[in-house]
C-alpha cells in the first residue's frame, strides 16, 4: 500500500473519514486551561463527549484523545487493532512540513520508537539490553557526583530556580554520561530538547541540532568504542544502518530527559507547596519513592502521548473511529478516571493506591522500557535526597499561584520554581 507523503500540499477540506467530520464539537487541544488545571479539562471532557474525546490540534488537524483508563489500556494492549505506526495517518496530505508538532507525533521512520510489529521488535531487541548494561550503582554515583556538582553552583548564594539551575540538567547531564556525550555538551542538548519539548516555531530547528549531535556522538563511539549505551547498541550482532543508530538515540535520549526533567520538577513542586504533604515527609510518614510515585498518579509528567493510528474502521468508548484515525494516549487524565479512583468493577485495576498500575510510563509493547524505567527513578530519587540533605530548609521563593506551568498540553511541568535557602557551603569546601 502506497502511503501519503507527509510533505505533500494540505487539501483545502480534510479528507472524507477523518473525525472532523463525525465530530463537529471537538476540542481545541491547546490553551491556558492545560496550564492552570488540565484535570478540569478532563472532567468536562468525559463529561461532554465519554472516555474517547474529539479533539483539534494546531492547524485544525483532528485525532481522538482516549480519556478512560479502560479504553486507553485497551488500545496500548492491541497492537494490531491500533499499532505505533504513523505511516497509517489519514491526515498526512493536510500536514505542512513545518508543523510544530511534527516532531512530537513523528514520520514514518526507522526507529524504536516509529517503527511498529517485527521491524519495532527489532530495534527493541538492541536498545533495550544497551540501556540495561548501564549499572543501576554507577547510575546512582552518576547522579549523586553530578547532583552535588549542581548544587554547588547555587549553595553559596540562597537563591536558586530549581527548574533551570537542578531539574532540568541533572537528567541530560546523567543521560549523556551514560550514552556516550561529554559533560560539556550536556547543556546545549538540554536547550535543544527544552525547544523540542515545547512544540512551538523552533521544534524543527531542534529536531535536526538534536539529531547532529546523535551522528557526531555515532561516528565517535564507532572510532573509539567504550563502556556506553552508543558502544553497547553499535555492537549488537544485527545490522543497523546509522540513521537507525542515530534515530533510536534521539529517542532514548529525549524521553528519558524531558519526563524525568518534568517528574523531578513536579515532586519537588509538591514538597514546596503541599504544608500537608511536607510535614509526612519530615515526619518520616512519608518517603521520597511515595512521594515521586504520588506524582505519578496525580501529576504526570507526559499527560498526552502521541500516538496509535487504527488499522481499520471500529468502535471506542462510544466513538466511530475510522481506519487511519490518530489517538493520542490521555495518560494523565486516565489515572485520574473515577473508575480507577472509585475501583469500580471491571475497571481493569485496582483503586488509587496500587503503585504499579499507573499509566505514566504508558502500557503494552510500546510502553517505556523497564531500564529506562528504572534509569528514570534512580535520578529523580538521587536527585531528590541529595538537593534536601544538602538545602535542607529548602522554601518556595513565591507564592504557589505564581508558578508557570509548561505552555504544552503533552508535557506536564513548571517551567520556573524559584525557592530560598540558608546558604552552604560548597562540597570542595567541606572536604
Known amino acids: 500500500m502506497t502511503r501519503p507523503h507527509p510533505e505533500q500540499p494540505p487539501p483545502e477540506q480534510p479528507p472524507p473519514g477523518c473525525p472532523a467530520h463525525a465530530a463537529p464539537a471537538a476540542v481545541p487541544l491547546d490553551g491556558p486551561g492545560f496550564q492552570v488545571d488540565p484535570q478540569a479539562l478532563y472532567r468536562a471532557m468525559r463529561r461532554d463527549h465519554g472516555p474517547v474525546v474529539p479533539v483539534e490540534l494546531p492547524g485544525g488537524v483532528p485525532a481522538w484523545l482516549v480519556v478512560g483508563y479502560r479504553e486507553l489500556h485497551r488500545v496500548t494492549s492491541d497492537g494490531e487493532l491500533f499499532p505505533r505506526d504513523v505511516g497509517l495517518w489519514n491526515q498526512w496530505p493536510r500536514i505542512p512540513a513545518d508543523w510544530p508538532l511534527l516532531p512530537m507525533v513523528g514520520r514514518p521512520l526507522p526507529s524504536i520508537y516509529f517503527t511498529a510489529g517485527e521491524e519495532h521488535r527489532r530495534h527493541v531487541r538492541m536498545v533495550v539490553p544497551a540501556l540495561e548494561g548501564a549499572d543501576p550503582f554507577e547510575i546512582r554515583g552518576h547522579c549523586e557526583q553530578l547532583a552535588d556538582r549542581l548544587v554547588d553552583a547555587v549553595c553559596g548564594r540562597g537563591a536558586a530556580d530549581l527548574v533551570a539551575d537542578f531539574c532540568e540538567p541533572l537528567p541530560v547531564l546523567v543521560l549523556a554520561r551514560l550514552v556516550g556525550f561529554p559533560d560539556d555538551e550536556g547543556d546545549d542538548i538540554a536547550e535543544v530538547l527544552k525547544d523540542l519539548a515545547d512544540g512551538g516555531p523552533g521544534a524543527q530547528s531542534a529536531h535536526q541540532r538534536f539529531g547532529e549531535h546523535m551522528a557526531r556522538l ?5 572510532a573509539a568504542p567504550g563502556d556506553d549505551v552508543t558502544s553497547r547498541m553499535l555492537a549488537f550482532p544485527e545490522a543497523f544502518t546509522d540513521e537507525e543508530y542515530v534515530l533510536d538515540l534521539m529517542a532514548v535520549t529525549a524521553a528519558g530527559h524531558l519526563t524525568t526533567a518534568d517528574w523531578l520538577g513536579n515532586s519537588l513542586r509538591l514538597m514546596l507547596t503541599e504544608d500537608e504533604f511536607a510535614d509526612s515527609m519530615a515526619g518520616g510518614r512519608r518517603s521520597v519513592s511515595e512521594a515521586t510515585t504520588e506524582v505519578l498518579w496525580e501529576d504526570a509528567p507526559t499527560q498526552i502521548l502521541a500516538g496509535r493510528w487504527a488499522v481499520r474502521d471500529t468502535r471506542l468508548g462510544g466513538q466511530h473511529i475510522r481506519a487511519g484515525d490518530m489517538l493520542l494516549l490521555g495518560l494523565g487524565a486516565a489515572n485520574t ?3 480507577i479512583r472509585q475501583g469500580a468493577p471491571g475497571s481493569g485495576a485496582p483503586a488509587h493506591g496500587g503503585a504499579g498500575a499507573h499509566l505514566a510510563f504508558s502500557h503494552g509493547e510500546y510502553r517505556c522500557p523497564f ?3 528504572e534509569i528514570a527513578e534512580i535520578i529523580v530519587r538521587t536527585g531528590i535526597e541529595v538537593l534536601l540533605d544538602r538545602l535542607p530548609d529548602l522554601e518556595l521563593a513565591v507564592s504557589a499561584g ?3 506551568r509548561r505552555p504544552s498540553a ?12 540558608t546558604p552552604v557551603r560548597t562540597t570542595g569546601d567541606l572536604s
Not at 555515532?218 to 564507532?222: L, N
Not at 503533552?410 to 535557602?421: E, H, Y
Open 410 to 421: 503533552f508535557l506536564r511541568g513548571t517551567t520556573s520554581l524559584p525557592v530560598r535557602f
Open 371 to 373: 531500564p529506562a524505567q
Open 337 to 339: 478516571d473515577p473508575l
Open 218 to 222: 555515532v561516528a565517535a563511539k564507532r
Open 402 to 404: 505564581e508558578l508557570v
